[in-house]
Every structure is written in C-alpha cells, then in structure tokens.
C-alpha cells in the first residue's frame, strides 16, 4: 500500500448504530487530519492530529470520536449519527502541522446515514 | 467572511482551448497556497504548493501561478481527461495554520 488509505470506501448505517472509519498513511507524516465534504460546501477541517496528540477540534459534535493510537493510524468513531452527517469523510496527512506543509488525500468514506 | 473564493463555479471547454481558474483568498501572513484536483467519489490529489508572490509551477498542461491577493491555474490545450474539479486551499499564520478550501471549480473539456 501506498499514500493514504481509507476504509470502508462506503458505509450505511443507521442512527442508532455504531461504526468507525479507518485511515493509515504509509508517508511517513507525523501529522493526520478528518475533514468532511458535503456537497457545494468547502471541505471543513474536523481534527488534526500532530505526533498523536489532538491539536484541532473544530466544535464537532461528541458523536464524532477520533482516535490516533500512533502516527500512522486514525480513526474515527462514529455514534447515534443524524441524516446531515452524511457525507465523504476525508483523512489526510502532512509531515507537520507548523504550515506551509503540503496535505496528502485518502480517497475517502462516502457515509449515508438513514 | 470566506477566506478563499474560486472562480468560475463550472467552466466548460472545447478540447484544446486554453483558459485560466482564479483562486482570490483573503488571508494574511501566507504560509502556502495549494492546488488539488479532484474526481468524483476520490479524494483531492495534490497538484502544486506555492509560496511565495511571483512563484510559479508547472506539470505537464497545467500552470500554477500565485500573486499577494490571487492564484491562477493556467490550462494549455485541455484534453477530456483533465475535467475534474479543482481546489484551491491556504494555510495562513492567522489561519491557526489551518487549511481553508474554496468550493472549486468543476471543469469538463468536451472531446
């Protein structure tokens, strides 16, 4: 594998369920983000994560739950969502987070929730 | 207030015909201005970073080019395989070193 890689590439759940989304980048970055992309809307920065340290949370609501167990991993925990959360969920990774520091994709979860 | 506005929303060109994709963004203390391409369903990849005024960039059909308030993405002669949408992000110092998207471009060159 390489770059950043995402999993489920989709996923429906329902608004009771439970369910996390996985990310891994083999970049070697210290740095990992969660973005959301609605349609028509720009992507808007959810978490950023730098050396598995939390350093952005950009008022999300608590039924998002990130976690970063080390630098290559990211997931993020998803609970009683609501019909507006659905969306493509982006994970991207730099070597840092100081700035100016280039931001690589993964090719995203497209959720749907019912 | 948006930090970052593209222009045009949608743009569609004939095979060949060259054009420009403007990027305005109203940030200070840039740290970075970055170009993505994106197509539908995948994640954005990465095309150029700039940094500073009067950089510019260049990959095969594509020219990046950045001044103190704007960015262009220069398309030569477009080939159908480069209708995609593209991004455009800063990273600025009062940003909290954030990234901030526009809400694209969506580009089709028609064969």
């Known amino acids: 594998e390489t770059g950043v890689t995402q999993t489920p590439r989709h996923l429906v759940m329902g608004m009771t369920n439970k369910k996390s989304l996985k990310c891994e980048q083999h970049?070697?970055?210290?740095?990992m983000y969660w973005y959301k992309q609605s349609a028509k809307k720009p992507l808007e920065l959810m978490f950023v994560?730098?050396?598995?340290?939390?350093?952005e949370n950009n008022s999300v609501p608590s039924r998002f739950s990130p976690e970063c167990p080390n630098s290559s991993h990211l997931f993020l925990h998803l609970h009683t969502l609501q019909p507006e959360d659905s969306a493509l969920y982006l994970c991207?990774?730099?070597?840092?987070?100081?700035?100016?520091?280039?931001?690589?994709f993964g090719p995203g979860t497209r959720l749907l929730v019912l | 207030e948006d930090q970052v506005t593209q222009s045009p929303e949608a743009l569609r060109l004939q095979e060949g015909e060259s054009s420009s994709l403007n990027c305005s963004y109203t940030v200070s203390g840039l740290r970075g201005l970055f170009w993505y391409r994106q197509d539908p369903g995948k994640g954005p990849e990465f095309l150029f970073t700039l940094y500073s005024a009067g950089e510019e960039k260049e990959k095969e059909r594509l020219k990046a080019t950045l001044t103190k308030k704007e960015s262009f993405l220069h398309i030569t002669a477009p080939k159908p395989e480069d209708s995609a949408t593209y991004l455009c992000?800063?990273?600025?110092?009062?940003?909290?070193?954030?990234?901030?998207f526009g809400t694209g471009t969506s580009l089709t060159v028609i064969p």
């Open positions: 991207a990774s730099s070597q840092g987070d100081r700035g100016g520091e280039t931001q690589y």
């Open positions: 992000a800063v990273q600025a110092a009062n940003t909290g070193n954030q990234f901030y």
């Open positions: 970049l070697g970055h210290n740095a």
């Open positions: 994560y730098n050396f598995k340290e939390q350093t």
